[in-house]
């Protein structure tokens, strides 16, 4: 594990810190003057450095020769996702906010009760190597994000259309990421060399729709002064993305069809036709069987549009993919800003879990956006969370499903003559997520389940056995169970089951050597 690096030209407080840290098995490295943790850094930075990096840098925030805030800012330059606490006998607002202006994890005034000065470097020691696995899990990352088994289903959906220019159409409730999935079929497609051109049908006026879809020519129409293009001659070789379908006018349907049967199309006022060589990706939350019951949309639209159909889950369907996206979008927001990332603790992040986000990704997108201007510190708490989320009720134990029935069955059907022949079980399922515990210890909102009954039983029967130690020995049988159920879904790769469980790569490897387990033999042995 990577050391604690501690800051300060005090010696009993160096002493004091190094020695409450050992205790807690935290290696330490200890600097008396802000100059030498530059070096370290630099020689870090040219691969001259013998020793680790940090993990985290605990500063004094005023010293001879140099100031705390100033290394602040020096070290977030060289390790911007380094957690730096400021230490300070000046408890003033100015200090308090000057450290979490500059991107300090937390803000530390002196005297400090020793045990949450070491409890608060645990947190920030978590959340450096939460940093590292989101890191690392970004550098690889597709241009869509998601672990939760829904989500890789649609993953590998669109791996198995890759090599088709099939008729797909994407649905799912708003701001879910149907144009995202649209983007990702056009790129893994062998028309990705062409446009990908999108049209928002429920955004554009009845009467001027027909016209930005096939285009006009000149003298059409009042205002028609010169010859234009269409959506769909924009979009030659490429795909087209029709947002919304449900919504298209009913008389405009027609023509769609024409376009999707004949593959040729006329400009409105013209009498040419135009060849048409597009792949057609629709999208739509509305239930489009039902608007076909309803007489507003036409059965034989629909069935040429629903070759492939992909239900997108809603995000209260994914709560495990929250804290991913969430700190992927405070990320993005900190660029467009121009400002240092936001953190954000676990128990914001496991309230946000349990927000029915109505929005869903968009939503959690705008959340994030407003968190990095209005949160007023550096690492963001359930106080500071928006009112939306706040005053909303939490999801159960369970991730409800919505209220209303789902705009397409839970399992819709993948089917194609386009694509070799699949098994009847071929569909793009909505899985459970996990249960949630109830928060802050409060009673579970719906009874308990098999495991946990079991647990209980357990708990009482070491306990009235007058056996000694049962903490240790139920969390020893605990962790072994997740760590080895991890690496076998894994097949041992450690840095993937860490991500799985949300734990760091380094917790990950102290545990499997604390627990005596083997990597490799769990592999094989299918743990």
Not at 475 to 488: N, Q, V
């Amino acid at each position: 594990m990577k050391p604690i690096w501690i800051v300060d030209d005090d010696p009993s407080i160096r002493f004091v810190l190094e020695k409450a840290l050992a205790r807690e098995n935290l290696p330490t490295r200890s600097f008396t003057h802000p100059r030498e943790v530059l070096d370290a850094l630099a020689q870090l930075g040219a691969g001259e450095a013998e020793l680790p990096g940090p993990q985290v840098l605990v500063s004094d925030i005023r010293m001879p020769g140099g100031s705390g805030l100033q290394l602040l800012e020096k070290v977030h330059t060289l390790q911007p996702g380094l957690p730096v606490i400021i230490m300070t006998a000046y408890s003033d607002l100015d200090s308090a906010v000057s450290a979490f202006q500059r991107g300090a994890f937390e803000y530390l005034p002196k005297p400090f009760d020793l045990p949450k000065a070491v409890e608060l470097i645990r947190r920030a020691v978590q959340e450096s190597q939460r940093e590292d696995v989101v890191q690392d899990a970004q550098d690889v990352a597709p241009e869509m994000l998601g672990q939760a088994p829904a989500m890789q289903d649609v993953f590998r959906a669109i791996g198995r259309l890759s090599q088709s220019q099939v008729t797909v159409l994407i649905t799912g409730e708003s701001g879910s990421g149907k144009e995202l999935v649209a983007r990702a079929l056009h790129k893994h497609s062998p028309v990705s060399g062409g446009p990908f051109v999108a049209i928002n049908t429920a955004a554009i006026p009845k009467d001027l729709l027909e016209s930005e879809l096939f285009g006009h020519e000149r003298g059409a129409f009042t205002g028609a002064q010169t010859q234009r293009r269409g959506r769909f001659e924009q979009a030659e070789g490429g795909t087209l993305f029709l947002d919304e379908i449900g919504d298209m006018p009913f008389d405009l349907q027609t023509r769609l069809l024409r376009v999707l049967s004949d593959g040729q199309f006329y400009r409105v006022g013209g009498h040419a036709a135009v060849k048409a060589h597009v792949r057609v990706i629709a999208a739509t939350h509305q239930n489009l069987e039902q608007r076909v019951k309803d007489g507003v949309f036409r059965e034989d639209l629909f069935h040429r549009l629903n070759v492939i159909r992909l239900r997108l889950p809603a995000l209260r369907e994914r709560a495990e993919d929250v804290p991913m996206l969430t700190r992927h979008f405070l990320q993005v927001s900190a660029r467009q800003l121009g400002v240092e990332p936001k953190r954000i603790d676990d128990a914001a992040l496991a309230r946000l879990s349990r927000f029915a986000f109505p929005g869903n990704v968009r939503q959690l997108e705008n959340i994030c956006h407003w968190l990095t201007v209005m949160a007023p510190a550096q690492v963001i708490s359930v106080q500071d969370l928006p009112p939306e989320v706040l005053e909303a009720p939490l999801l159960g134990n369970t991730v409800a499903a919505p209220s209303a029935p789902p705009a397409w069955p839970v399992e819709a059907p993948v089917h194609s003559a386009h694509l070799p022949a699949q098994p009847a079980a071929d569909t793009v399922p909505v899985s459970a997520p996990a249960p949630l515990a109830a928060a802050n210890g409060a009673a579970p909102l719906v009874e308990a389940s098999a495991w946990e009954q079991a647990l209980d039983s357990e708990v009482h029967a070491l306990l009235a056995s007058g056996q000694g130690e049962v903490w240790d020995r139920l969390m020893h049988r605990f962790e072994s169970r997740l760590i080895r159920a991890a690496l076998g879904t894994t097949h041992g790769r450690r840095m993937e089951a860490a991500q799985r469980l949300g734990i760091g790569r380094n917790t990950i490897t102290r545990k499997i050597q604390e627990l005596g387990l083997d990597a490799s033999d769990d592999a094989k042995n299918g743990f």
